[in-house]
């Protein structure tokens, strides 16, 4: 076996037992990404900066990427904007400060749909990133090159963000894990905004118990964080002697007659007989006001909210600018026409109209409202049973450009994943198995706070259903 190959928790053992150094651990990274990187194409920014001599912490030595809207002291970040340009920020996104403080290495920022607004990891100033199971086919987005990079054997863990879903399904896409935790479990101090309401840090791996470990490390309360939780505890040990018998797992009622692609349905049917056999009850629960508002709502809310957050990308303060414009006036159009791209403008523009003052009360106070009621019926489906197994996508992933022209089509897949971010939930993305050379992955969801348990159940599903292998391009 080559190093790169580790999973997170052998490549810690490994280095503990001085069976490698984290030099030799770097290098077997290194050369992996040297041979495959042309083709795959994950990053924006490499550092190829070396693991120091003497290293300290649970992740001493190991070689980690992020996702390119997380702020990194001194390196470049331009969540795939060309209006960042050159950006270099001051400070560390504290998810960030504390892998570093643990020791974890970084090799460099990975790509993503720009400022973190699609599903393909296509709509990308550097343009798209490929499936390291399929060259043809997308990764997902927007956090594809974090999923693609873990997938392909570059790194054993990384960082995404996820607003709608953008952690669950490349997860899926790629064939890893991934968990987009309960607000306020990760702080987001430090990652380039979208929907600062919905957006959330977490990581992706190739086992349950590499996300519990890294979960240990960037959880937690954060003071430049006022979203971030105070006083719990939440313990992501890793315990193998964990169980479902007598937990009540629900299908939603409401998403049953939804056309799925084939191996999904059938890794579905799989699971729940994996988690019937290990003692797990299965039930129905309903959440009609999700199943009809949720996407709409959605919308109306994370569009603002973009309007509002890219205000600041004025070409004045940093990133982009022009020095030759007429006025204050023709230098905003020309830095943000050039800066920003087709989908981002798309979504800005729409913002402005949600939130113009004629508009306000009708479109985004109301969407506020219908959030409320969505995480109202998320609370009383829980109480109705412990988690809901869903798909994290209605499909696999389709051929790069196969989708461009139709926007429907993402629309449709956002109802199983964004309500979680809606109603502030945990959601896990987990490998079920394969078709032909493709990834198959689904989705548990759990009630706020729910995180342990909801890896506790990953560990079990894991057992049942495999680890995934490493991607070789479709090779």
């Given amino acids: ?64 990427v992020l996702k390119d809207n997380l702020c990194t002291k001194g390196l470049r970040t331009t969540a795939a904007s060309k209006i960042l340009g050159e950006w270099r920020p001051p400070y560390d996104a504290t998810a960030w400060a504390k892998l570093k ?11 993503m749909d720009e400022f973190a607004m699609g599903n393909t990891c296509g709509n990308s100033a550097f343009g798209p990133t490929r499936n390291p199971n399929d060259l043809s086919r997308v990764p997902g987005g927007s956090s594809g ?29 790629c064939g890893v894990y991934g968990l987009k935790p309960t607000y306020g479990m990760v702080s987001r101090y430090g990652l380039i905004s979208y929907g600062s309401s919905l957006d959330q840090i977490g990581p992706f791996a190739r086992t349950v118990k590499d996300l519990q470990l890294v979960m240990s490390v960037i959880s937690g ?51 729940r007989k994996v988690l019937e056999e290990e003692g797990a009850e299965i039930v129905e629960v309903s959440l009609p006001v999700v199943a009809r508002y949720a ?18 990308y004025d070409g004045v303060r940093l990133g982009y600018t022009v020095k030759d414009a007429a006025g204050i006036k023709e230098m905003f159009e020309r830095v943000r026409s ?23 009360e009708e479109y985004y106070v109301a969407a506020t409202k219908v959030r409320t009621l969505i995480a109202q019926e998320f609370t009383r489906a829980f109480g109705e049973c412990d988690f809901i197994l869903q798909p994290a996508s209605p499909s696999m992933p389709w051929k790069i450009g196969e989708n461009d022209e139709d926007e429907l089509k993402g629309y449709e897949a956002d109802l199983y994943t964004l ?11 987990f490998f079920a198995g394969y078709a032909g050379n493709l990834p198959v992955g689904l989705q548990l969801i759990g009630p706020r706070w729910s995180d342990p348990a909801l890896l506790d159940t990953g560990v079990i599903l894991e057992r049942h259903l495999g680890s995934p292998k490493i991607a070789n391009g479709g090779k």
């Fill in 145 to 173: 090159g974090s999923a693609a990079a873990v997938s392909a054997g570059y790194v054993p863990f990384s960082l995404g963000s996820d607003t709608g879903g953008s952690i669950r399904q490349p997860a899926s896409f």
């Fill in 419 to 429: 309500p979680v971010n809606l109603a502030g939930l945990p959601g896990l993305s």
């Fill in 295 to 312: 996407v709409a709502c959605y919308y109306a809310l994370a569009m603002s909210e973009a309007h509002t957050n890219l205000e600041r």
């Fill in 101 to 111: 403080e643990a020791g974890a290495v970084l090799m460099g920022k990975v790509n």
């Fill in 221 to 271: 309360h954060d003071p430049m964080d006022s979203s971030s939780f105070r006083d719990k505890d939440h313990d992501f040990t890793h315990r193998e002697d964990v169980s479902v018998k007598g937990k009540r797992v629900a299908l939603v009622k409401e998403f049953q007659s939804f056309t799925l692609d084939a191996p999904i349905a059938e890794a579905m049917a799989k699971t």
């Fill in 338 to 360: 050039y800066g920003f791209g087709p989908e981002v403008k798309s979504r800005i523009i729409a913002g402005t109209c949600l939130t113009e003052p004629t508009r306000c």
């Fill in 1 to 64: 076996m080559e190093l790169y190959e580790l999973n997170l928790s052998d490549a810690i053992q490994g280095l503990k037992d001085k069976k490698f150094s984290a030099s030799e651990l770097f290098a077997s990274c290194k050369a992996r990404i040297d041979k495959l990187e042309p083709e795959i194409h994950a990053f924006i920014t490499r550092t190829d900066s070396t693991p120091p001599a003497e290293t300290s912490g649970l992740l001493a030595g190991i070689p980690t």
